[in-house]
């Protein structure tokens, strides 16, 4: 290898074996061989058109209009919309990691004030 080679390689963060394995892998298979292989895992239980809908539906409607009774759209209010629209059972953490994937953060509610005169109160 040139040394503006190896110099292009570190500067992308890769070590000088990681670019001889993929000459390798070129040479035995050609581009084919360097291509990106499938992530193994579980299939995921929203197809991209359900995303597209759920990220819409939380975007730009008010959960209020699903008759949840409030208007935030918690991991709670999103399970069950995911729950009733695609009937898809989902856990409370996998809806917070599909709306991270979705670059959104689930709302909380706000806890209610508590004064030493009047105990806890509630909004109304």
């Keep these: 290898m040139h040394k503006a080679e190896v110099l292009s390689v570190r500067d992308l963060g890769f070590s000088r074996p990681r670019m001889y394995e993929w000459l390798a892998l070129y040479r035995e298979g050609g581009l084919g061989a360097l291509r990106a292989k499938p992530v193994p895992g579980a299939k995921p239980k929203l197809d991209g058109k359900a995303l597209d809908w759920l990220y819409r539906t ?3 409607s008010n959960p209020q209009q699903f008759k949840f009774e409030f208007a935030l759209s918690t991991r709670a209010t999103v399970r069950e919309l995911i729950r009733t629209q695609f009937k898809v059972a989902m856990s409370e953490v996998s809806v917070g990691r ?9 709302q909380r509610p706000l806890p209610a004030p508590f ?10």
């Design 58 to 60: 939380i975007t730009l």
């Design 98 to 106: 599909l709306l991270r994937k979705l670059g959104l953060s689930p």
């Design 115 to 124: 004064t030493p005169e009047f105990g806890p109160q509630t909004y109304t």
